[in-house]
């Protein structure tokens, strides 16, 4: 069975974030992730090649890169695609979903990642793709690696896979008929019981969870508070210096805040709105101008020097929330007592 590995270039040995941007490139010496690979591999197994690509390359350009490094997938002839594993890297965990999809469909054979439960890949591509499960960390590489290799032999050799909790991947809303040992009434009761008694239980059916955050304290007193500007909608900088994604951002950007937006200066990395008014007044999305007016009137005590910008379209909860616990954090070192956060 000939294998294909996909890396990102911080995984393939080239280099950190400054070599984030590079293009697809394929070597058939064994780099990362590739030497614990090659130790699993049975007699009949090899790693055919190793894809690299950077992380903002594809980020910036998905369709693009997926088709070119799907190019270089087939020229290795592979039975096997593997991707990542990502743990909680979020342009790899997107990129290794995006490809996992490709090979699926390009070349038709069976194709497996992994990744943490807040990877943004995860909500993307889970219906689609197998994903395992992952810790937050590489720590644990070889022993996702093996798993990953145990699913992959599976698939193709056309086993059906466990439940989802028992071969280690997310769910992916499937239903399938099976036959029950008791009736739906019978186990429901069950469950209760169990679950009256304070005893661990597993329901047949897990629905998302979407605790609302409660509500912060007023603002005491706003002629005297630092307020700072944030958006979800994706105003960047001329030429996006930080390469916040145009969906399914994993990072945010903080930027100094001048008196008036020069359109000039600025651009909107967001895909999913009609953002050409933003191009031509920036203020229609950071209000800066009127906010400095509340300031010169004395309403609020000081605005923040710097604009905190993110893009929220497609991006799972689960990364939203770490977004926002991230962007808190850095307002609360900056002394920031309150946010005007706008959307589109």
């Known amino acids: 069975m000939r294998i294909v590995l996909y890396l990102n270039q911080f995984f393939g040995q080239i280099g950190g974030e400054d070599m984030a941007g590079i293009g697809p490139r394929v070597t ?38 997926a088709a070119e490094c799907l190019g270089h997938i087939g020229l290795a002839r592979p039975d096997l695609f593997l991707a990542g594993p990502a743990f909680n890297a979020g342009r790899y965990g997107v990129a290794c979903g995006a490809l996992c999809k490709a090979v699926q469909a390009g070349l038709g054979i069976p194709a497996v990642t992994a990744m943490f439960d807040e990877n943004p890949g995860v909500d993307i591509y889970r219906r689609e793709v197998i994903i395992l499960r992952t810790g ?23 086993e059906p896979l466990a439940k989802a909790q028992v ?13 029950a040992d008791k009736p739906a009434a019978e186990r429901g009761l069950d469950m209760l019981l169990t679950k009256l008694a304070g005893q661990p239980f597993q329901t047949e059916l897990a629905l998302p969870s979407f605790n609302p955050p409660p509500a912060p304290l007023p603002v005491p007193d706003l002629a005297h508070a630092k307020v700072a500007l944030v958006t979800d909608g994706g105003l960047v900088p001329a030429g996006n210096p930080d390469g ?47 906010a400095r007016e509340l300031e010169r009137e004395g309403r609020i005590g000081e605005l923040h020097g710097e604009f905190v910008t993110t893009t929220g379209l497609a991006n799972p909860v689960n990364n939203s929330r770490r977004l926002g616990r991230e962007i808190a954090e850095h307002l609360k070192e900056a002394g920031v007592d309150a946010v005007i956060l706008t959307s589109t």
């Open 28 to 65: 058939t010496e064994v780099v990362g992730p590739g030497r614990a690979l090659i130790g699993l591999l049975g007699p009949d197994e090899e790693l055919a090649a190793t894809v690299i690509c950077g992380d903002n390359y594809f980020a910036d350009q998905p369709e693009q890169a």
């Open 136 to 158: 937050h960390s590489a720590a644990a590489m070889r022993e996702v690696l093996a798993t990953m290799l145990r699913i992959g032999r599976k698939l193709r050799a056309g």
């Open 167 to 179: 071969d280690g991947y997310f769910g992916q809303g499937r239903l399938e008929a099976e036959v």
């Open 244 to 290: 916040i994604e145009v969906s399914a951002a994993t990072k945010f950007a903080a930027y100094p805040l001048e008196d008036r937006l020069d359109p000039a200066g600025y651009e909107v990395s967001h895909g999913g709105y009609d953002n050409r008014y933003v191009k031509e007044d920036p203020h229609r999305l950071v209000p800066v101008d009127v």
